[in-house]
């Protein structure tokens, strides 16, 4: 038997307790917990979790998470098998859940803005629909792919203002969107939409996100329909998904929303979340986007996604956007950190503007827990191969 050890500031410790799908060598993927250094395979509590995604767990709803949450913080309080437990570094981490649909928003005043003034230098930054409804988009869900992922450069049409016709070939343009993904556990049904106070019973954890997106391909494309081929190529999710039950500590107000929104967006108790976001390039910290700024929250999100009647899913993993604050030093897009490629960033003594073959880019957040304890998301990383 083990008694696994959490030392005093783990981010992985009892008030954390994040799920993820795990094999060992010659083993089939199976839900895991991660406890301090080491993963416990959760097939000991449930059948549920010898499935290779957390999908079937998700769908047995509320009331079953917080009765399995406390059965596994008993678990890993005690003796162990031994069997059930392994090192979080021998064993290979997967895709945690089946991705049902996705949908990408774009809930940063500061990102809005920002892109605003990139892509429309002549209009106001800000649409006049965005104070009044979180703007989104449906992605493409068979392309979110899992943390280590190579990312292939995407190919595609790109055209210069200065160019009378578009060109075909390798993004010359690629970057990244940090970004906090909440994942459905149980859906809504067609004609039925979800109230923004009734956020917690649907939706299960969150992850982090790379939304990896192509500035070249996007800025040609995405007039009037919005984003497509910029962004379909990949989206990266880390592999552990910290449940909402561990957040609690974590709620923060929105910042205040002026305009007042429509009634079907208002929250009693809005769910702000004060995560501390870091983005790696080539192993140096560039960015810490502080997710606390975030204009819409994540249940007003799910209240929009749903208001027209649109169905919910087990497995639907919706995006906030990139993650910006104020500061410069907090923008979650390379584009913003760099101005369009204006404003070079020292990565490792170079300076940089958008990605090159062979970069790699990690993600990180933590988050207040209960009693100044913080709670670990792992990190969400990739690495870009050159075009094919
Ligand atoms: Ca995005």
Known sequence: MTRIATPEGSLFGLANLPYGVFSTPGTAPRVGVRVGEHVVDLTLVDDVFAAPSLNPFMAQGHARWVQVREQIRTLVSGDVDDAAVHPAESVTMHLPFEVADYVDFYASEH?????????????????????????????????????????????????????????????????????????????????????????????????????????????????????????????????WVVP??????????????????LPYLREKNPWGLDLELTISWNGQIVSRPPYREMYWSPAQMLAHLTVNGASSRTGDLYASGTVSGPAKDQRGAFIELTWGGKEPVEVNGEPRTFLEDGDEVSITATAPGPSGARIGFGEVTGRVLPAR
């Open 111 to 239: 990102h809005a803005s920002n892109l605003g003034r990139l892509f429309r230098p002549d209009s106001a930054p800000l649409m006049p629909n965005w104070k009044h409804l979180p703007v989104g988009y449906h992605g493409r869900a068979g392309t979110v792919v899992a943390s280590g992922t190579d990312i292939v450069r995407p190919s595609g049409q790109r055209k210069a203002p200065s160019n009378g016709s578009p060109t075909f070939g390798a993004s010359r343009r690629l970057d990244i969107e940090a970004e906090v993904g909440f994942v459905v556990g149980t859906g809504s049904p067609i004609g039925t939409p979800v109230g923004a106070d009734d956020f917690d019973q649907h939706v299960f954890g969150v992850v982090l996100v790379n939304d990896w997106s192509a500035r070249d391909i996007q800025a040609w494309e995405y007039v009037p329909l919005g984003p497509f081929l910029g962004k379909s190529f990949a989206t990266s999710i880390s592999p």
């Open 244 to 261: 909402l039950l561990a957040l609690e500590s974590a709620r923060v107000a929105t910042p205040p929303q002026d305009p007042e929104p």
